[in-house]
Each structure stands twice: as structure tokens, then as C-alpha cells.
């Protein structure tokens, strides 16, 4: 019996564990995510019209463009540095609140001003105005949750994913039914995300007893980490994200439709490997602070994963796929074929996702920022080259190229990196 709960005991404090134990309660709050907004793809789509669907997506993707700014670098920073030291974790975000402020306004401002760059319509730019505010708010709350992730509380972030989707989606439904427009859907994305910034002021004080918001404090060695994670982050949205504001360009709102519809259903893929990722990271964090860790496991592991993940997409693709035109409509039949591309973009992702946790937690993210950099211009060179050739399916070709691309060069280059210091180590001991 002894021996029995000192096993168990033993497990719960491995590493695997721990990050399956963060992804799988963040995973039981996505499975209830994503039916909702499976329920809410029947209706949105719909009674919004290809057109305005379009105007919808273009509006949204365009804004999260740049709520890299307010969101994710200095996120990135503070649960990096406070997993590796909590003692720190009230001064980190005393000295950061002032900064984030700072970011969330640059975000703001790019958005706006880009917006008047390009030749969207005065409808468009309204709506990505409204878009451009819930960014601000989205990075507030955000920025109060590197808070639960770096004390590993993620019963609390699954619940308040919940209540967020539940207000959106029920009142998005009620407003695309009623025929009252893209911009009463962005206010209950507003709304909502509102509802949740309040809550994650009120639920971190259980770790953090005073906020004070500073002003903007530029110290040089956290600008630098924040603007290495914030690039990364804008860069690595290209890869799907740039593809709408590509097609906004290229083709009518109809066919901007059409790709949003598939690439949507792509997203929701990415919001699982993004799960995974929020719950590995601190545990990747912890465990990769030391060069012991040799990534010859790591390596063996993303091989079977691939080829295993490789064989299963391509024989079940087809019936998963097929749910598209039996939803959605004769309108969004096109979808299908991008979707059957884009699928593999998902396989990729998640195949490269553990060796870009090591690049994060072992202060190797330039080496991301290098490759994302090359890919943001390979991915934006050939959506246009691709599109001119053939036409939708195309831009979807020219994703997963690029993606896999990417992933070789990330998964090659850490792979060295984190070997060579274990090779050091075992050297010197």
C-alpha cells in the first residue's frame, strides 16, 4: 500500500503529468468551446451571408494582427521569469503593468493606422476599429492570466473560457438570427471579454494582494525579451492569418468567405495545440532550466508523432471533412477542397509545437524569430504567386509548404542548440 501512493505521489510530480494534467483540464473547457462554436457556425455563416461573413473575418483577423502587441511578448516574459522564480512574481508585474499599457496603446494605434493603409471601405474600417478595442481589453485580461498559468491554475482559466464563449456565442447567435449586423457581433465579443478582465482582476488578488499600475518602466533587458515574443507571435499568425488579409486584397468579399469558413474550422485545431502549449510551458520551463535534459527522446518522439498523425489525417480526413457542405451550404462547398489542404497545417503545427516550448524556455526564441522572419516573406510571396496559379486552393498549398518548411528548420536548429549544451555538461561532469 505504501508503495502504491508513493508511486502515485511519485507521478504527479513528473513532468508529463503535470503538463497533461494542465492541458487536459484547459482541453475539458475547449471540448465544450468547440461545441458551441460548432453550434454557432451553423447560424453565424449563415445568416450573415458570405459577404458579411467576409467583412466579419476580415475585420477580426486584421486586429489580431496586432494584438500580438498586447498580449503575448511581455506574457511571454513574466511566466518564463516567474515559473523560474515565484518570489518574483508580484514585482514582475508591479514593473511591467505600465509597459503593458504601453503596448496595448501601439497595438491600437498599428491597428487604426493600418487600416487607412489599405483599400478597405469605410464599412470594414469601422469594424476594425470595433475589433481593435476588444483587442485592448483581450490583452488586459491576458495579461492577468500569466498570473494562473505561472501558479499552474487552470481549473480557474477553463471556467472563465467557458463563461466568455457562453456570453459571446449566445448573444453573437441572437444578433446574426435578428439580421442586425457585423457590429453588434463585435460588441459581444467586447462584452464578454469585459465580463472576463473583471473577473481576473478580482480572482488574481488569491496570488497577488496589491496592483499597482506604474508608469511605463523601460527596463532594456525585458523590452528586448518582450519585442524577440512579440514578433514571434505576429509572425507565427502569418502563416493562416495573413491569408485573409491576403485574399481581402486579391478577391471579392465572397471568396474571402469562402477560405474564412475553412480556415476557421483550421483554427479551432490551433486552439487545442495552443492548449497544449499553455500547459506545457511552465512544466517545459522548469524541466529545460538545466542542460541535463538530452532532446534525443524529444526527437524520436516528434518522428512517430509525425508519421503516425501523417497516416491517420489522411485516412479519416475525408470523412470529418465531409460535415462542410452538409452544415453549411451549397454556398460554402468550395471550402471543402481548402480544408483538405489546410488540415495538414494542423499536423505540422502540433508536430513541431514541443521544440518550440524548448526554444522558449531555454532563451532560444531568436533563433524562432529567424525562421518565423523568413517565413512571414515566403508565405506573403507565394499566397500571390499561388492565388495567380490557382486561384483559392492555392493560398492553402502555399500555407502548408511554408509550415512545413518552417517546422524542419526549428525542429533541426533547437534540436542542435539543446544538444550541444548537453554534450557541454556532460563534459565538464
Known amino acids: 500500500m505504501f508503495n502504491l501512493k508513493f508511486s502515485i505521489s511519485t507521478l504527479k510530480k513528473t513532468a508529463i503529468f503535470r503538463g497533461l494534467r494542465n492541458s487536459s483540464i484547459l482541453s475539458l473547457s475547449t471540448i465544450?468551446?468547440?461545441?458551441?462554436?460548432?453550434?454557432?457556425?451553423?447560424?453565424?455563416?449563415?445568416?450573415?451571408?458570405?459577404?458579411?461573413?467576409?467583412?466579419?473575418?476580415?475585420?477580426?483577423?486584421?486586429?489580431?494582427?496586432?494584438?500580438?502587441?498586447?498580449?503575448?511578448?511581455?506574457?511571454?516574459?513574466?511566466?518564463?521569469?516567474?515559473?523560474?522564480?515565484?518570489?518574483?512574481?508580484?514585482?514582475?508585474?508591479?514593473?511591467?503593468?505600465?509597459l503593458k499599457l504601453?503596448?496595448?496603446?501601439i497595438g491600437f494605434l498599428l491597428t487604426v493606422f493600418f487600416s487607412f493603409i489599405l483599400p478597405y471601405s469605410n464599412t470594414i474600417r469601422l469594424f476594425i476599429f470595433l475589433a481593435a478595442i476588444d483587442v485592448g481589453i483581450t490583452g488586459l485580461y491576458r495579461y492577468r492570466n500569466s498570473i494562473f498559468i505561472i501558479y499552474e491554475d487552470y481549473k480557474y482559466l477553463a471556467l472563465v473560457n467557458i463563461l466568455s464563449k457562453t456570453i459571446f456565442y449566445s448573444l453573437a447567435i441572437s444578433f446574426a438570427i435578428s439580421h442586425v449586423g457585423v457590429v453588434f457581433i463585435i460588441f459581444a465579443l467586447t462584452f464578454s471579454d469585459c465580463i472576463i478582465y473583471v473577473l481576473n482582476e478580482i480572482a488574481a488578488k488569491k496570488y497577488i494582494s496589491y496592483f499597482k499600475i506604474n508608469k511605463p518602466i523601460f527596463n532594456k533587458e525585458i523590452i528586448k525579451q518582450t519585442m524577440v515574443f512579440t514578433f514571434i507571435g505576429i509572425i507565427s499568425v502569418i502563416g493562416t492569418k495573413i491569408n485573409i488579409i491576403t485574399l481581402s486584397m486579391l478577391t471579392n468579399d465572397f471568396n474571402v468567405g469562402i477560405y474564412s469558413l475553412a480556415q476557421k474550422i483550421i483554427e479551432q485545431g490551433v486552439v487545442l495545440i495552443g492548449i497544449l502549449s499553455i500547459g506545457f510551458l511552465p512544466?517545459?520551463?522548469?524541466?529545460?532550466?538545466?542542460?541535463?535534459?538530452?532532446?534525443?527522446?524529444?526527437?524520436?518522439?516528434?518522428?512517430?508523432?509525425?508519421?503516425?498523425?501523417?497516416?491517420?489525417?489522411?485516412?479519416?480526413?475525408?470523412?470529418?471533412?465531409?460535415?462542410?457542405?452538409?452544415?453549411?451550404?451549397?454556398?460554402?462547398?468550395?471550402?471543402?477542397?481548402?480544408?483538405?489542404?489546410?488540415?495538414?497545417?494542423?499536423?505540422?503545427?502540433?508536430?513541431?509545437?514541443?521544440?518550440?516550448?524548448?526554444?522558449?524556455?531555454?532563451?532560444?526564441?531568436?533563433?524562432?524569430?529567424?525562421?518565423?522572419?523568413?517565413?512571414?516573406?515566403?508565405?506573403?510571396?507565394f499566397n500571390i504567386v499561388s492565388f495567380s496559379y490557382f486561384g483559392l486552393i492555392g493560398v492553402a498549398y502555399s500555407t502548408v509548404a511554408i509550415q512545413a518548411l518552417g517546422g524542419l528548420l526549428i525542429i533541426f536548429f533547437i534540436y542542435k542548440k539543446v544538444k550541444n549544451k548537453y554534450n557541454e555538461y556532460n563534459h565538464h561532469f
Open 32 to 98: 465544450y468551446v468547440q461545441l458551441i462554436t460548432a453550434i454557432s457556425f451553423l447560424f453565424i455563416p449563415k445568416y450573415l451571408g458570405a459577404a458579411s461573413y467576409g467583412q466579419y473575418s476580415i475585420a477580426l483577423t486584421f486586429a489580431s494582427l496586432f494584438e500580438i502587441f498586447s498580449s503575448v511578448g511581455l506574457n511571454k516574459v513574466i511566466v518564463r521569469e516567474g515559473c523560474i522564480s515565484k518570489n518574483n512574481v508580484e514585482a514582475l508585474f508591479t514593473q511591467t503593468s505600465g
Open 102 to 105: 504601453f503596448f496595448i496603446l
Open 283 to 381: 512544466v517545459f520551463i522548469v524541466e529545460f532550466k538545466s542542460p541535463k535534459r538530452n532532446p534525443n527522446k524529444l526527437l524520436k518522439f516528434t518522428i512517430v508523432y509525425f508519421i503516425s498523425g501523417f497516416i491517420a489525417t489522411y485516412l479519416f480526413s475525408d470523412f470529418f471533412i465531409y460535415i462542410i457542405v452538409k452544415f453549411f451550404g451549397e454556398q460554402y462547398k468550395n471550402s471543402l477542397s481548402i480544408l483538405k489542404v489546410l488540415i495538414y497545417y494542423l499536423l505540422i503545427s502540433s508536430t513541431v509545437l514541443p521544440f518550440n516550448l524548448v526554444a522558449q524556455s531555454t532563451y532560444n526564441e531568436n533563433i524562432l524569430l529567424y525562421i518565423y522572419s523568413v517565413m512571414a516573406l515566403l508565405t506573403f510571396i
